[in-house]
């Protein structure tokens, strides 16, 4: 991704950042004022000191008011500048980061799954945190710089050109050498800010991972281990933030030092009697004055190269995942409520173009309200079967139909809106039980929430809590039981009241007196619903109307519980596997 965005130029990066800046134009053009009025106001200091000599040379009672008015007026324009040049710019620079955030956010949770197979969520994360800010840096702060420091070098240039334009030639003369480092300087700020950004959803990743999985840390004794990789991790971004540090170090003084240099040259000139005869000695001490005053803001004018190029590194990132492209979502079609009829036909998936097949050559029918259990060994290809109806992937080969039609018709969606699942891994978000039941529907009926966690057997639990079901239930529901947090799952799964439901795993996490509530909430939820059933388990699925064994992506053997057992084929050999891991002491 990193690659893609590097391919455009660092001009076509930063207009497409400066679009961002567009919508608050009122307020950047505040901006624009104010730093023109400190550009105007700073200016005039080289004025006020050629007055200040010449006046007191020339001394009269008009000059001894004005030049304390003109000191107050100076100074209280440079504060209005800087105040509208600072405030209004800070403005632009949240928004931009607000409307940046949102885009990156808001495209990332519409991109295919496979994106994010293939991509740590640290590294995601930093690109919506870390990665912003740094673009907001070079849309912002950079711009501020540009403009505050910039307006003030093209008012002491102008004003050294009407005070003595001969001399304000000779001092551009450096001019050239400055740009060369400035854009030696600008590659290596670039390359470095890509390494420093990379390493930095490095520095995320471990440390998400290392926190959230702080139990199994522990248990297995690896704090040493982890605080290795983290300090790798983190020695590494200190690295490279010290090749940008050093890059900075070294290029600014150079810069000072071009300055300082051609300023020397420039006051031993002034100093020649041929020249000194041509000026007052008030314009004098106003052209070295502002000559002098032009090292500042040279030198923030190169500081901020460091700030523009960390800023198009990061939008490179940025952009780079912004065009990648969101799931694919052709259909027209908006389906009613599904009768929940679902057909694979010759289904073939692989999860990359150079990865073997997980499913080869899937038939199966399953009717409207027909539950059917999915079994076999781990790796046969179970879940990513099930996942193709959600089309959270889509088939290398083959078709998908519900009802009839090619679920590619149907408007995403709508689609998933027809289909509940509840899986091994339980999410659960860190709001209220009665939030996490009624997931994604705001304002939703206490009572519809109350039935769906009576119907899962989760009433039972949430009842004598002190808060009941405004209970929140912590980070990925760490304040519940593992059987808890399998049942407000299935508990949402009845909320949703959609005709087709898929368990993948579903009971798996649970005691065998959760299992049992379970059973029975499944009993009543299947009812006129289309299920199908992923289970290791094999004692949950006796009641299914049909098996499917799988083994290898392919589908072996299907029929009812005791139809596979007298065929003493793939699914009697798991049957009694299990059975005598049951009964082993």
Known sequence: MTRAGTQHSGWTLYKRLLSYVKPHWVSFALAIVGYTIYAASSTALAEMMKRLIDGIQNPD????????????????????????????????????????RCDVFNHMLHLPGRFFDSHSSGHLISRVTYHVEQVTGAATKAVTIVLREGLFVIGLLSYLMWTNWMLTLLFMTVTPLIAGVVSYASKRFRRISQRIQHSMGDVTHVASEALSGYRVVRTHGAEEYEKARFAKASNYNRQQSMKEALTKAVSTPVIQLLVALSLAVLVWLAMSPALLDDMTPGEFVAFITAASLMA????????????IQKGIAAAAELFGL????????????EPGRLEGRVELQDVHFRYGDDQPEVLKGIDVAVKAGEMVAIVGRSGSGK???????????????????????????YRLTPLRRQIALVSQQVTLFNASIADNIAYGVPDADPAAIEAAARAAHAHEFIEPLSQGYDTVVGDNGVMLSGGQRQRLAIARAIFKDAPLLILDEATSALDTESERYIQQALETVC??????????????????????????????????????????????????????ESTVP
């Open 527 to 580: 009812r006129g619903r289309t299920t199908l059933v992923i289970a290791h388990r094999l004692s949950t699925i006796e009641r299914a109307d049909r098996i499917l064994v799988m083994e290898q992506g392919r589908i072996v053997e299907q029929g009812s519980h005791a139809e596979l057992l007298a065929r003493d084929g793939a699914y009697a050999a798991l049957h009694r596997l299990q059975f005598q």
């Open 322 to 333: 912004l065009e990648v492209s969101p799931e694919r979502d052709e259909g027209t079609r």
């Open 61 to 100: 009672a008009a000059f001894r008011l004005f030049l304390p008015l003109f000191v107050v007026g100076m100074f209280a324009a440079r504060g209005l500048g800087t105040f509208l040049g600072t405030y209004f710019m800070s403005n632009v620079a949240r928004n931009v980061v607000h409307a940046l």
């Open 296 to 307: 500042k803001p040279v030198r923030q004018l190169t500081e901020v190269n460091s700030e």
């Open 383 to 409: 879940s990513t079967l099930v996942g193709l109806l959600p089309r959270f992937y889509r088939p290398s080969a083959g078709r998908v139909l519900i009802d009839g039609v090619p679920i590619d018709e």
